[in-house]
């Protein structure tokens, strides 16, 4: 692999991390878009270098509610308990993926375009649209936009899912595993870990038993 590829692999790692932190202040204040401020700042990897470490990738984590006390592990709400599993798909031949490919892929793989500019799985609970897992591009700032589709190209693409989700664990990861499958089957790109490494069975349980903890949390 390239030395530019791995550099756009550390991009791809600032993505994941910029959308679950938009993500995150979403739901916890109900703030729409980023301000001109924010998103001057949030293009710099060290700015928010810190809160990526904070949210780990692929590995199970407990992250404890305001005004609780860190002594005090049952008082932890599963609320608090947040999992992010991730892989990456990185075009096998050193080339660029066209964005035609790639959103015809989408298309057939029913994944919906929308918010933050990337696509996603989708599940109605209560007949409100909620996502289980998204999909972006390795290169930041991550948009995936179908409109530039003839104009557009990328070395890879994220797919990653917040746990839990609308989705039970198992069903959102094998769902999330079988379409990053078929995108490597489709664009001729290998699949790699979290760990950006390639991916292997073994990996795959581990990750699915760190699914399952999102489920049951110790």
């Not at 550099?7 to 932190?21: P, T």
């Not at 692929?58 to 049952?74: E, M, N, Y």
């Not at 079988?178 to 950006?196: C, G, H, M, V, Y």
Request: glycine share 8%; hydrophobic share 40%.
């Amino acid at each position: 692999m390239s030395a530019m590829q791995w550099a756009l692999l550390v991009a791809g790692l600032a993505v994941v991390g910029l959308v679950y932190w938009y993500s995150r202040r979403d739901l916890g204040d109900g703030a729409g878009g980023p301000s001109e401020e924010d998103r001057g700042q949030i293009g710099l990897w060290d700015t928010f270098g810190d809160q990526f470490d904070e949210f780990g990738v692929g590995k199970a984590r407990t992250r404890s509610a305001p005004g609780l006390d860190d002594d005090a592990p049952d008082a932890v709400s599963e609320e608090a308990k947040q999992q992010l599993i991730v892989f990456y798909l990185v075009e096998r031949e050193n080339a660029f993926i066209p964005g035609t490919h790639i959103h015809q892929s989408m298309d057939a793989l029913k994944m919906q375009f929308g918010h933050r500019h990337i696509y996603h799985r989708i599940k109605e609970v209560g007949g409100v649209p909620q996502e289980v897992f998204s999909i972006a591009s390795i290169a930041k700032p991550g948009y995936l936009d179908p409109q530039e589709a003839e104009s557009f190209s990328t070395p890879g693409l994220v797919v990653f899912m917040n746990l839990p989700g609308p989705e039970h664990p198992e069903v959102a990861f094998d769902d999330m595993l079988r379409t990053t499958r078929k995108l490597s089957e489709w664009l001729k790109a290998d699949i790699l870990d979290d760990r950006r490494e390639p991916l292997t069975d073994e990996r795959v349980e581990a990750l699915l038993r760190d699914a399952r903890l999102s489920a049951n949390p110790r």
